[in-house]
């Protein structure tokens, strides 16, 4: 009878300690509380090692139209972009579209020239224009 007195007492603090730990009960600064703190902080910095959670950096998406912009050293700028993003069949074409993904970057500039920037095989895999305002 002691026993099973004794058993059910243990049980019950047992009981009343995990409750405490799942619903948040003790005060700040108690042991349990540390406890608390020190299990999550554990959780945070040591599970990664251990688990795969697949967190992976997004992959860099492949923009088209990616433009770069440089000065000329004369008050303009040099614009080089992929021919794919100005693709068109003639030089006047290719002006028109070039200066559609220019725009959004630098506003209204005039486009002096325009020159293809080929490959070893002789493809035409960018363009380059010098603009100012």
Same mark, same amino acid.
């Not at 007195?5 to 619903?23: A, C, D, E, H, P």
């Not at 770069?68 to 068109?88: E, K």
């Given at each position: 009878?002691?026993?099973? $007195?004794?058993?059910?007492?243990?049980?019950?603090?047992?009981?009343?300690?995990?409750?405490?730990?799942? $619903?948040?009960?003790?005060?700040?600064?108690? $042991?349990? @509380?540390?406890?608390?703190?020190?299990?999550?902080?554990? $959780?945070?910095?040591?599970?990664?090692?251990?688990?795969?959670?697949?967190?992976?950096?997004?992959?860099?998406?492949?923009?088209?139209?990616?433009?770069?912009?440089?000065?000329?050293?004369?008050?303009?700028?040099?614009?080089?972009?992929?021919?794919?993003?100005?693709?068109?069949?003639?030089?006047?074409?290719?002006?028109?579209?070039?200066?559609?993904?220019?725009?959004?970057?630098?506003?209204?500039?005039?486009?002096?020239?325009?020159?293809?920037?080929?490959?070893?095989?002789?493809?035409?895999?960018? @363009?380059?224009?010098?603009?100012?305002?």
């Amino acid at each position: 009878m002691l026993i099973a $007195f004794y058993t059910l007492n243990v049980m019950s603090r047992i009981w009343r300690t995990i409750k405490g730990y799942l $619903f948040w009960t003790y005060d700040r600064g108690s $042991f349990h @509380y540390d406890v608390m703190v020190t299990v999550i902080l554990l $959780f945070i910095f040591i599970s990664p090692r251990f688990v795969d959670f697949g967190d992976q950096p997004a992959a860099p998406s492949a923009h088209l139209s990616q433009l770069i912009v440089t000065p000329d050293g004369t008050r303009g700028l040099i614009f080089q972009t992929d021919a794919a993003s100005v693709d068109a069949q003639d030089m006047a074409m290719v002006r028109a579209n070039f200066m559609r993904a220019v725009r959004p970057v630098a506003g209204n500039v005039t486009i002096d020239r325009v020159e293809p920037l080929r490959d070893q095989s002789g493809q035409i895999v960018a @363009y380059k224009a010098w603009a100012h305002r």
